[in-house]
């Protein structure tokens, strides 16, 4: 789920109900999923207010190549 998640933003800024959607999951779910990814420095949100979309990290894009591999090896060639 973490690793879908970073993918998408990695595409285009979303907020969780947007995320959950594309998904197809609950919204708590991705909610709780952009927590782990935001207390590790992964994603980060941007503005102010409710809705308001997630995008990667400065750190996470530097490092996007060590991540994607990360994905590959873990997801396999889906």
Do not use: C
């Not at 959950?20 to 709780?32: K, P």
């Not at 102010?48 to 873990?74: F, M």
């Amino acid at each position: 789920m973490r690793a879908r998640i970073l993918t998408i933003l990695r595409r285009q800024p979303s907020n969780p109900h947007q995320l959950a959607r594309e998904l197809g999951v609950n919204y708590r779910t991705v909610l709780h999923h952009l927590r782990v990814l935001e207390e590790n420095g992964l994603v980060e949100r941007l503005g102010q207010g409710y809705g308001r979309p997630y995008v990667l990290t400065i750190e996470a894009e530097q490092a996007w190549s060590i991540i994607e591999n990360s994905i590959k090896r873990v997801l396999g060639d889906r």
